[in-house]
């Protein structure tokens, strides 16, 4: 669902799905914002030391990391674009 919100730029940038960067397979990445964008499903509840590894490593090389969880992204997705579009002006 987000996918289809990001893939029709309502941000006003084009994101990459499922983007490579060091070791890690991110999301969403936006070159142009430096922008990371994490679902987070069940499956994080149990990881939420290497989810945290992985963004001090996002970050290291200064990206910026947003996450949402799935239930956030399936119930509220014009808030979830919204709040991409606030980090991206920001």
């Known amino acids: ?10 941000t006003g940038l084009k994101f990459r799905r499922q983007h490579a960067i ?22 994080h509840d149990g ?3 290497a989810d ?11 990206l910026r990391v947003l996450r949402f969880s799935n239930d956030k992204v399936l119930g509220d997705t014009n808030g979830v674009i919204d709040a991409i579009q606030r980090a991206i002006a920001s």
């Open 1 to 10: 669902m987000l996918w289809q919100s990001l893939r029709m730029k309502l």
């Open 22 to 43: 060091g070791p890690f397979i991110v999301d969403f990445y936006c070159v142009k914002a430096r922008l990371v964008i994490e679902v987070d499903g069940p499956i």
């Open 47 to 49: 990881q939420r030391e």
């Open 52 to 62: 945290s590894v992985r963004q001090e490593y996002l970050e290291s090389l200064g």
